[in-house]
């Protein structure tokens, strides 16, 4: 090859490669739009528009390292939590990346005032015309019935930021308001009910005389889609079934544009939420969080189909409203009664909502959540194309930095609740903390659904409580309620109480506390060893026909098992390890 070729070709190389670099990289997309909502115009050019830029942190596995040392017995930096500030610093992206991003940001035009960065998100105040240009794709006015909003199907960046960047919020994933809907327990009629006299019976929990709560104890109940806990039907709930607590209240805390409206609105989860919760946490403060909007871009599936009548609760907005609150407001244990399928969100995303939940955990925070009532899975199928089919694992119970509550029967001689969903991740591998007692019941009882599960995956649930029968008083009326949405709260109460007597002695809360009840804290449970969880029969959540997987269940077992986890409560067990 001559000279001047070779000079020629490597100045064509450098061209391509310089091409190559200044075109955009697709970060996150859409294929089509939301069902139920339709393009309707272009976005005028100069409307306002807010984008939220998440940031790699500077070490992914910090987050991790740090939240194991504060929550592990045996690690000398056991129970030393990080305030506010220093939590949050876990996330925190390179120095050179948040200038890189800016810089993006500087060279399209964007000014300085236009900004604000938080740490781990750099959010833009920006126009629709500058946020089309800055993530080359267009912008639309959508509608549906008499709502609006302003939408991109997807997103892309330049190549030498991607790698900066974990996710763009509000373009992609955007939130409309929407009627409230009253999110369903699991009901029957039977003669057999459950009041909290009766829970403490059962989970050894004080019966009157409770000790006073420490001036910092806070117990917080998540609330979503529009729920309100009704202060009347408190009041009225105390009056017939639990004189102990009679005069009991608790404050709100509106998130998101939340609201929290009395008289005849959908409140039947957060009344059962609010009235086990006040009940059963002795006298801790119960703070009731109302989290308003709703996700309607979630990834369909059989069981959440059509996204114009069905939507997904905002974690990410949840999650991080509570890591910005100062530390003395801040809950020491928050109970979610609510969950979805894993696969109805991008990883990203899951990720993002779980690393907020770490750091919570880092802060002190106990995360206690529902595990879902779908048994091993409802639709069984998968979303991504390829409709495999498979166990289903929710959400955000399948997060490794939370404690998955599922769900029992048979009050007094309890056994595992049919419902009860459990299973492995698909997201997050096996953690080291309950490594041992999940391989020991996948060795023995695995094998036989080998090929509709992630045998590696973090198992859930983690632990137990009753979940049928309970009384509630809502709209007036005396009505049953149960699913592992009434375990979660009745759970988080022993949690609350346990926190306010380890303060009062000078200690610190127990923050994300698995790994020491998979290790120390294992005799605080009774064994659950009978009964099993059904599901894949056929017909999806939405009732659409879905693949059946006959006799599909995990069976309870000695030990850990992914129906019960470790077992049901002993609260005053648990309670002397705890202290």
Not at 544 to 564: E, F, H, N, R, Y
Request: hydrophobic share 35%.
């Amino acid at each position: 090859m001559s000279p001047r070729f070779r000079n020629l070709a490597g100045l064509l190389y450098c061209i391509l490669v310089a091409i190559s670099a200044a075109k955009p990289v697709v970060l996150e997309s859409l294929n089509q739009l939301s069902a139920g909502w339709e393009a309707s115009s272009s976005a005028a050019s100069d409307r306002r528009i807010k984008l939220s830029i998440g940031l790699q942190p500077n070490d992914p596995q910090l987050l991790e390292r740090t939240l194991y040392q504060v929550s592990d017995p045996s690690h000398p930096k056991y129970g030393k939590h990080l305030s506010r500030d220093e939590a949050k610093a876990l996330l925190s992206p390179p120095n050179e990346s948040t200038l890189r991003v800016k810089r993006w940001l500087f060279d399209a035009g964007v000014s300085d005032d236009q900004v604000s960065d938080d740490g781990h998100w750099i959010h833009v105040y920006t126009t629709v015309d500058e946020a089309a240009g800055l993530l080359a794709t267009r912008f639309g006015v959508v509608t549906r019935d008499d709502e609006h909003a302003i939408r991109a199907t997807g997103h892309s960046v330049p190549r030498e930021i991607r790698d900066c960047i974990t996710t763009i919020q509000s373009t992609t994933y955007f939130q409309g308001l929407t009627k409230a809907r009253d999110t369903k327990s699991t009901k029957r009629r039977m003669p057999i009910e459950r009041n909290p006299p009766c829970l403490r019976q059962l989970y050894k929990l004080p019966t009157n005389n409770f000790p006073d709560a420490h001036n910092r104890a806070l117990y917080g109940i998540i609330g979503f889609d529009g729920q309100a806990a009704q202060f009347d039907q408190l009041q009225e709930f105390q009056e017939r079934f639990d004189h102990a607590q009679r005069g009991r209240n608790f404050s709100v805390a509106l998130v998101n544009g939340g609201s929290n409206l009395q008289g005849e609105y959908p409140s039947g989860e957060a009344n059962l939420n609010i009235q086990y919760a006040t009940s059963l946490a002795g006298n801790v403060p119960v703070t009731f969080f109302s989290v308003g909007g709703a996700n309607h871009n979630f990834i369909p599936d059989l069981d959440l189909y059509d996204r114009q009548e069905a939507w997904i609760e905002p974690f990410l907005e949840l999650t991080r409203y509570l890591i910005n609150l100062e530390d003395n407001d801040l809950p020491q244990v928050i109970s979610i009664s609510y969950s979805i399928n894993e696969q109805h969100v991008p990883m990203s995303y899951a990720k993002e909502v779980c690393n907020m939940f770490g750091v919570l955990g880092v802060r002190g925070v106990s995360v206690i959540v529902a595990a879902g009532n779908r048994g091993p899975g409802a639709g069984c199928m998968s979303n991504d194309g390829k409709n495999v089919t498979k166990f289903i694992p929710s959400f955000p119970s399948s997060c490794p930095y939370v404690t998955s509550v599922g769900g029992t029967d048979n009050f007094g001689a309890e056994i595992a609740a049919n419902f009860s969903s459990g299973g492995f991740s698909e997201h997050w591998p096996r953690p080291w903390w309950q490594e041992s007692a999940v391989k020991h019941y996948v060795k023995k009882h695995g094998a036989k659904w080998k090929s509709y599960y992630n045998v590696g995956g973090r198992g859930f649930p983690d632990v137990a409580a009753l979940a049928l029968d309970y009384q509630v008083m809502n709209h007036g009326e005396v009505q049953q309620a149960g699913g592992t949405s009434s375990a979660s709260p009745v759970f988080g109460s022993m949690i609350a109480l346990i926190n306010s007597d380890r303060m009062n002695k000078g200690k610190p809360p127990m923050g994300f506390f698995n790994p020491w009840i998979y290790g120390f804290g294992i005799d605080g449970f009774k064994d659950i060893t009978e009964g099993k969880s059904a599901g894949c029969a056929g017909t999806s959540i939405w009732r659409l026909p879905s693949p059946v997987i006959p006799q599909a269940g995990w069976k309870a077992a000695k030990g850990w098992d992914p129906v019960t986890g470790l077992g049901t409560p002993l609260f005053d067990q648990l309670r002397k390890l705890a202290l």
